[in-house]
């Protein structure tokens, strides 16, 4: 998989060693904020932060506006992350042609993409335990309540991804 998710990083990107992900769940406010800021503190942490562009974003509109929904923002804090300014915000048709790669927490997130940018005809559409070679959902915190989990799994799949984009770029 790792030629294959290099492949398609947008030209432009590669040519300027940028890497544009957004990651995206139901309302932004648990899982993708969560993966953001996990992700952005990785690529500090190995000092690339001109490398990549890291947002998020929610594939509907119940939470729009809110900030990182507090069990959440205090799992990040257990482990020295901070979501500052975060503001949910609906993922948009155009966000396809900006990012080189859009991931996805669950099929349903999935699916809702599709609908959105009328398939996915350059391969940036992913789900995030894919990164992992487990394809399977990454829990929704609001309903299990299981922040934790969550946090590992997304973890594991950040890191995942993230050593797969530096070995690779």
Known sequence: MDAFLFGHISFFAY???????????????????????????MVRMAGQEDEFEIASAA?????????VYP???????????????????L???DDYSH????????????????????????GKLYLMMDFVGKHRDVADPWYTRNFTATWND?????????????DNG
């Open 71 to 89: 069990m959440a923002r205090q799992e990040l804090a257990k482990h020295g992350i901070g979501c500052p300014g975060h503001v949910a915000r």
């Open 91 to 93: 993922i948009a048709k």
């Open 99 to 122: 990012y080189d790669l859009i991931i996805g927490m669950d099929e349903a997130n999935m699916n809702d993409m599709q609908l959105l940018f009328g398939g996915d005809p350059e």
């Open 154 to 166: 997304l973890n594991v799949a950040c890191t995942a991804l993230f050593n797969q984009l530096r």
């Open 15 to 41: 040519l300027c060693n940028m890497k544009r992900i957004l990651f995206v769940c139901h309302g932004n406010i648990c899982r993708s904020p969560m993966a953001e800021f996990m992700f952005k503190r």
């Open 59 to 67: 594939t509907h509109d119940d939470e729009l506006g809110n900030p």
